[in-house]
């Protein structure tokens, strides 16, 4: 069984990813089918060792009418610390890891670690609204990707996200969230807490199109080396990976 | 310790000729290889069933573009060992790498086959049906350019005329691999012990083209594995080497437990 495990709350990877064009038919059949038999398994696998301890990929790639300026894939990947992640890449592993990604996504797709959210947001800029650390990995974790209203220009579209943010902030309510806007989307991740909580909602009405979606706990069936051909992954789907952090015996 | 022999079948080996994407430096390319690539390729592919792997960097002075950048040895301890691979997480996040760093057009692997007949271009050949364990022993390594003056078609049939009769002569050579393109030829044998090197009938073919290359790999030890800090493999310095793997030890019965 899996201890409960601290991490700061500053120390997590805010992916937003966005699908490489292709003029392929099957294009993104491919990207889903490369998500589930590579990436996903390889995030966990050649990223653990390195201090990695909890992943929650998404991905809204492929569901009904969802703009293309919303990420076709979302994580959040939390470290021991901010040094921890930095020195993974004096590693083997996490250079290779790294990069596999390349010919698979698109800019603007990159990720960037959070700062306490202050009142403002600050385009393509990553915050968390509670100043505590959690062990996401072991706790009931809300995503939210969504869209700007066609209506609403892009400064107006983040001072009211931010606005809302500072409601969720001052309740308290929830043991977790980061969020991060661009001009154009919206992506949110919610740590729910004792009280069952929930910001998700007053967000939601404040976007145009959106997909609230609850990562499933899932663990990897074999390892790096087994013979195995991978998780199925579908779009809208969510994990909230499963594994023996290092440290754990 | 010493590592125990390992012979691999001489069709199971994927030869390797790749060219550097064309708006990539040689000098990133060959840190791109040294920092990620042939690391990766000796660490997350030997417990998929790799069993020797001999990397080389080709000088780029004087070398004509349509000579390879990058030479590899890939033996696996059967081709079927090799589609396995694909089947495990670790090989198809290595076989990801490949995208940015190659001109994948132009850059091509496959298994030798007998050389039996004429040399067909960028086909592999072995000269010698016998198993060889190619990480132990010594390998030397001949790259040549086609000369200016002669046709591919002649160049491939000279190439052709001197493979069959090096089959004929080397009696201290158990392994011999050769691939010839239009404008190339890439070449290696090896021997159990490095004291025949001299002996080599290498010079014949030397007269045939323009030597790029010419070397015995080095052995190279790898100094951490995936998990330990480490900038990786500095192939300026470490050009032609034959990586020592780790690699699965087979049991008493000859069967390798991963």
Same mark, same amino acid.
């Given at each position: 069984?899996?201890?409960?495990?601290?991490?700061?709350?500053?120390? *997590?990877?805010?992916?937003?990813?966005?699908?490489?064009?292709?003029?392929?038919?099957?294009?993104?059949?491919?990207?889903?089918?490369?998500?589930?038999? *590579?990436?996903?398994?390889?995030?966990?696998?050649?990223?653990?060792?390195?201090?990695?301890?909890?992943?929650?990929?998404?991905?809204?790639?492929?569901?009904?009418?969802?703009?293309?300026? *919303?990420?076709?894939?979302?994580?959040?990947?939390?470290?021991?610390?901010?040094?921890?992640?930095?020195?993974?890449?004096?590693?083997?592993?996490?250079?290779?890891?790294?990069?596999?990604?390349?010919?698979?996504?698109?800019?603007?797709?990159?990720?960037?670690?959070?700062?306490?959210?202050?009142?403002?947001?600050?385009?393509?800029?990553?915050?968390?609204?509670?100043?505590?650390?959690?062990?996401?990995?072991?706790?009931?974790?809300?995503?939210?990707?969504?869209?700007?209203?066609?209506?609403?220009?892009?400064?107006?579209?983040?001072?009211?996200?931010?606005?809302?943010?500072?409601?969720?902030?001052?309740?308290? @309510?929830?043991?977790?969230?980061?969020?991060?806007?661009?001009?154009?989307?919206?992506?949110?991740?919610?740590?729910?807490?004792?009280?069952?909580?929930?910001?998700?909602?007053?967000?939601?009405?404040?976007?145009?199109?959106?997909?609230?979606?609850?990562?499933?706990?899932?663990?990897?069936?074999?390892?790096?080396?087994?013979?195995?051909?991978?998780?199925?992954?579908?779009?809208?789907?969510?994990?909230?990976?499963?594994?023996?952090?290092?440290?754990?015996? | 310790?010493?590592?125990?022999?390992?012979?691999?079948?001489?069709?199971?080996?994927?030869?390797?000729?790749?060219?550097? /994407?064309?708006?990539?430096?040689?000098?990133?390319?060959?840190?791109?290889?040294?920092?990620?690539?042939?690391?990766?390729?000796?660490?997350?592919?030997?417990?998929?069933?790799?069993? @020797?792997?001999?990397?080389?960097?080709?000088?780029?002075?004087?070398?004509?573009?349509?000579?390879?950048?990058?030479?590899?040895?890939?033996?696996?301890?059967?081709?079927?060992?090799?589609?396995?691979?694909?089947?495990?997480?670790?090989?198809?996040?290595?076989?990801?790498?490949?995208?940015?760093?190659?001109?994948?057009?132009?850059? &091509?692997?496959?298994?030798?086959?007998?050389?039996?007949?004429?040399?067909?271009?960028?086909?592999?050949?072995?000269?010698?049906?016998?198993?060889?364990?190619?990480?132990?022993?010594?390998?030397?390594?001949?790259?040549?350019?086609?000369?200016?003056?002669? &046709?591919?078609?002649?160049?491939?049939?000279?190439?052709?005329?001197?493979? /069959?009769?090096?089959?004929?002569?080397?009696?201290?050579?158990?392994?011999?691999?050769?691939?010839?393109?239009?404008?190339?030829?890439?070449?290696?044998?090896?021997? @159990?012990?490095?004291?025949? /090197?001299?002996? &080599?009938?290498?010079?014949?073919?030397?007269?045939?083209?323009?030597?790029?290359?010419?070397?015995? /790999?080095?052995?190279?030890?790898?100094?951490?594995?995936?998990?330990?800090?480490?900038?990786?493999?500095?192939?300026?310095?470490?050009?032609?080497?034959?990586?020592?793997?780790?690699?699965?030890?087979?049991?008493?019965?000859?069967?390798?437990?991963?």
């Amino acid at each position: 069984m899996n201890q409960a495990f601290e991490v700061p709350p500053n120390a *997590v990877r805010v992916w937003r990813g966005y699908r490489a064009a292709s003029p392929l038919p099957t294009a993104q059949a491919d990207f889903l089918s490369k998500l589930g038999t *590579v990436f996903v398994p390889a995030t966990v696998e050649m990223q653990v060792k390195i201090g990695l301890d909890g992943y929650i990929p998404s991905v809204p790639a492929g569901l009904p009418d969802k703009p293309d300026t *919303v990420p076709d894939e979302t994580a959040i990947l939390f470290w021991d610390s901010q040094q921890t992640y930095t020195d993974g890449f004096k590693t083997l592993a996490v250079r290779t890891y790294t990069l596999t990604h390349n010919a698979v996504y698109r800019p603007p797709s990159g990720a960037d670690f959070p700062t306490l959210f202050a009142g403002t947001i600050t385009s393509e800029h990553p915050c968390y609204l509670i100043d505590k650390p959690a062990d996401w990995m072991k706790g009931n974790v809300q995503h939210l990707a969504g869209s700007r209203p066609d209506a609403v220009p892009p400064d107006s579209f983040r001072a009211q996200i931010a606005s809302a943010l500072t409601q969720i902030q001052k309740k308290g @309510a929830v043991s977790g969230a980061i969020a991060c806007a661009g001009d154009n989307y919206l992506v949110y991740w919610e740590l729910i807490g004792a009280s069952g909580a929930s910001g998700i909602d007053s967000l939601t009405t404040l976007l145009g199109w959106s997909r609230r979606i609850t990562p499933k706990p899932t663990g990897l069936e074999k390892g790096l080396w087994d013979v195995w051909p991978g998780m199925t992954i579908n779009s809208g789907d969510g994990f909230n990976m499963q594994f023996k952090r290092r440290w754990e015996p | 310790m010493s590592a125990r022999e390992q012979p691999v079948a001489p069709d199971s080996v994927h030869v390797w000729r790749g060219f550097k /994407a064309q708006q990539t430096s040689y000098a990133d390319f060959t840190k791109f290889l040294g920092s990620v690539f042939v690391p990766a390729c000796a660490l997350l592919q030997p417990n998929s069933g790799l069993r @020797a792997y001999v990397p080389s960097m080709v000088p780029q002075s004087g070398k004509p573009a349509t000579v390879p950048d990058q030479t590899a040895l890939m033996f696996w301890a059967t081709q079927q060992a090799y589609q396995d691979a694909f089947k495990t997480v670790a090989v198809r996040a290595y076989t990801n790498l490949h995208g940015g760093a190659y001109d994948t057009k132009r850059s &091509s692997a496959q298994f030798a086959v007998a050389l039996t007949a004429q040399v067909i271009a960028e086909q592999p050949y072995y000269l010698f049906d016998r198993p060889v364990d190619w990480m132990l022993g010594n390998v030397r390594h001949f790259i040549g350019a086609r000369p200016a003056a002669q &046709s591919s078609s002649d160049f491939l049939e000279v190439i052709g005329n001197w493979a /069959a009769m090096y089959q004929k002569q080397p009696a201290d050579v158990d392994g011999a691999l050769l691939c010839a393109g239009a404008d190339y030829v890439v070449f290696w044998e090896h021997r @159990a012990s490095p004291q025949g /090197a001299a002996l &080599s009938l290498l010079g014949g073919l030397a007269r045939l083209s323009t030597p790029c290359l010419d070397k015995i /790999a080095d052995n190279y030890v790898m100094p951490a594995g995936l998990w330990q800090p480490w900038t990786g493999i500095d192939l300026t310095q470490n050009d032609c080497i034959n990586i020592q793997l780790a690699r699965p030890e087979p049991d008493a019965g000859g069967e390798i437990k991963r």
